[in-house]
Nanobody
Framework: QVSLVESGGGLVQAGGSLRLSCAAS????????MGWFRQVPGKERESVAF????????YYIGSVKGRFTISRDNSKNMVYLQMNSLKHEDTGVYYC?????????????????WGQGTQVTVSS
């Protein structure tokens, strides 16, 4: 089992940057693939980025490629999302997620662990 706590959200102008952090509990952090999702009220939650257990492979949705970078530090039980060139449409609640299987993580299945979310607001 793992618990996740996000931080780093806030209000930023379009074109600006934010770095989200996710602190994970437990001794088995390195056995989990990690990801970031976001949700806007009235819309379905969407995946943003994923990283495998070692950190050697990353995946992004098309709208954030080249602007966002996901990374992890297994020695600190941390995962990060560096967000640059932010756009108004990046606004939402960002959730950190974990699953031992990256495919299950991408599908946001029932085995996924979720953080409580952090609000990101990008003003246009």
């Amino acid at each position: 089992q793992v618990s996740l706590v996000e931080s780093g959200g806030g209000l930023v102008q379009a074109g600006g940057s934010l770095r989200l952090s996710c602190a994970a509990s437990g001794r088995t952090f390195s056995t989990y693939a990690m990801g970031w999702f976001r949700q806007v009220p009235g819309k379905e939650r969407e995946s943003v980025a994923f990283i495998n257990r070692s950190g050697g492979s990353t995946y992004y949705i098309g709208s954030v490629k080249g602007r966002f970078t996901i990374s992890r530090d297994n020695s600190k039980n941390m995962v990060y999302l560096q967000m640059n060139s932010l756009k108004h449409e990046d606004t939402g609640v960002y959730y950190c997620a974990a699953d031992k299987n990256i495919q299950a993580l991408a599908e946001a299945g029932g085995s996924v662990y979720w953080g409580q979310g952090t609000q990101v607001t990008v003003s246009s």
